[in-house]
């Protein structure tokens, strides 16, 4: 990994790989602004919660 993610842990790397391909699926060569990818992004998060402690791996 270069640049600023140098360390993922092992619970996270799903959610890493998951981020960036997200970026890589929406990205501007295939027709989408930074406005589009936010509109996904919310409607993606409607009606769910998202706590810390819902992150963390027992």
């Known amino acids: 990994m270069k640049g600023v993610y140098q360390h993922c842990g092992e619970q996270h790397f799903q959610r890493y790989l998951n981020e960036f391909a997200f970026r890589y699926n929406t990205r501007i060569k295939l027709g989408y602004d930074d406005d589009m990818r936010a509109a996904i992004v919310v409607r993606g998060a409607t009606g769910k919660r998202l706590t810390y ?6």
Do not use: I, M, P
């Open 53 to 58: 402690q819902g992150t963390r791996s027992a």
